[in-house]
């Protein structure tokens, strides 16, 4: 194994090799490489979050509302869009390179000296699972009082799971993505989202579909969770104003509450109302009504439905639900104007899918397609013809990010609006290209 660097690049570098040279390791070693680091933020209160869509919303709603309160929190989210650091935030603040760093040499001084049980298979922690362990390090260090998870894929063999005792579990609106690992229907990816609960733990889920409720009402009996789930009906009165989105929420300790969230997409008032249902039941006198209202006003997340330019929105909606949410947000805003929409997707996504029901929505009077960087992208011949199975309509193709950016927002109106969407690493790198211009 190498030495480990000492600047912040190179542990970034090393960390973005990982994928490279190791593979899955067992839930059972990811919890004994957390013990051998000393098990750091296991005391800590922990509210793990799990679903398709919307977890780190959630996260970030969570985290708002506890600092709103003065509570310290540390939150820990993937993927990141332009910085590796933005995985590991502290009371809102992303950490600095010298604390990743810290965190870096912890565990590869972990590394160094491994149990027998770990040595002798050879262990190294998964990219993800380095991540994951770095955070808990970091959280230990700064002493919050909180610890903010969200799954990286599914839940039951996530590293996040590695944690002895949680506060709270949290599942977000269930949809299809990573079939190939989490089943086929919405109640095998129920059933491995649910794998986060614990005994005696309440858990937070929306009941709005009948096929993931009945999955995770079943495993809260089997594992004898507690649960607390919003009904259908608990969201009321939804006004959309131009950049925010009012509406009331029946919460079990305080009757209805008027909310205010500071965005337009509507999906992010269900993601507000677990959140606020979820802090509800901590029962944490330091959260208040008023106290929940502002800490969900104010929060704000990157990459959904976020204004980057007068007019200009990237959101990253990279499945089937993910899409849909996004359509039903856009067709519930007037434009007078054009609609243009800047497309890409990652070649492991159903992407034809996707193309389906942007084409066959309507609402742009322009469809541009580009293909992204790395070796996920999906090349473009393949996106341009996944768009020309459903439509005779225009399209502009472009080989490069830059060139497709640049000439929408170049040639746009002052009353049209563009649309970037696709992926979350589409964003990033319309942000990443945004610092360079």
């Known amino acids: 194994m190498e030495e480990y660097m000492d600047t912040y690049g190179a542990a970034e570098s090393y960390i973005s090799a990982v994928p ?20 750091p933020s296991q005391d800590r209160k922990i509210l793990h979050v799990a679903g398709t869509n919307g977890k780190g919303s959630v996260c970030a709603y969570l985290c708002s509302v506890l600092q709103k309160a003065g509570i310290s929190c540390g ?40 149990p027998k049980p770990l040595a002798e298979t050879g262990y190294h922690p998964t990219f993800f699972e380095f991540l994951f362990f770095m955070a808990m390090l970091l959280f230990e260090e700064a002493g919050v009082e909180y610890v903010v998870l969200e799954t990286g894929l599914g839940g039951r063999l996530d590293a996040t799971n590695a944690v002895k005792r949680k506060e709270m579990c949290i599942i ?59 009904e259908k009906d608990a969201i009321k009165e939804i006004k959309i104003g131009n950049k925010t989105i009012d509406f009331s929420l029946h919460l079990l300790y305080y009757d209805y509450i008027g909310f205010t969230v500071s965005t337009f997409a509507l999906y992010q008032a ?27 006003r104010e929060a704000s997340w990157e990459g959904r439905m976020e204004e980057i330019l007068p007019s200009v929105y990237v959101d990253g909606a990279h499945n089937t639900d993910g899409i849909g949410a996004f359509l039903e947000t856009v067709s519930a805003r007037p434009c007078e104007g054009k609609r243009i929409l800047l497309y890409s997707s990652v070649r492991d996504k159903n992407y034809r899918a996707a193309a389906a029901e942007l084409v066959q929505a309507g609402l742009f ?5 580009v293909q992204m960087q790395g070796e996920r992208a999906l090349p473009l011949t393949e996106l341009v013809d996944s768009f020309r199975q459903y439509t005779g309509f225009d399209m502009a193709a472009y080989d490069t990010l830059e060139r497709a950016f640049i000439e929408q927002i ?28």
């Open 20 to 39: 490279k040279f190791t593979s899955k390791n067992s839930c059972e070693d990811t919890k004994r490489f957390l013990a051998h680091l000393g098990s």
């Open 270 to 296: 269900e993601n507000a109302s677990l959140a606020a249902q979820a802090l509800a039941l901590l029962q944490d006198e330091r959260i208040t009504a008023a106290i929940l209202r502002e800490g969900i």
């Open 365 to 369: 009077d322009r469809i541009c397609l």
């Open 75 to 114: 939150m820990f989210t993937s993927p990141h869009l332009v910085s590796m650091r933005e995985r590991f935030r502290i009371n809102g603040n992303i950490v600095s390179e010298e604390k990743f760093l810290w965190a870096f040499q912890k565990v590869m001084e972990g590394l160094k000296n491994l």
């Open 410 to 437: 170049t040639q746009k109106e002052d009353r049209d609006e563009v649309y970037v969407v696709g992926s979350l690493y589409l964003v990033g790198e319309v942000k990443a290209l945004l610092r360079r211009l």
């Open 172 to 230: 977000t609106s269930i949809g299809y993505d990573h079939t190939e690992y989490l089943g086929e229907t919405l109640g095998k990816i129920a059933w491995e989202k649910a794998g986060i609960l614990q005994k005696d733990v309440p858990v937070v889920w929306f009941k709005k579909q009948e096929e993931v409720t009945r999955t995770i009402e079943s495993c809260i009996r089997k594992i004898g969770a507690k649960s607390c789930p919003l």
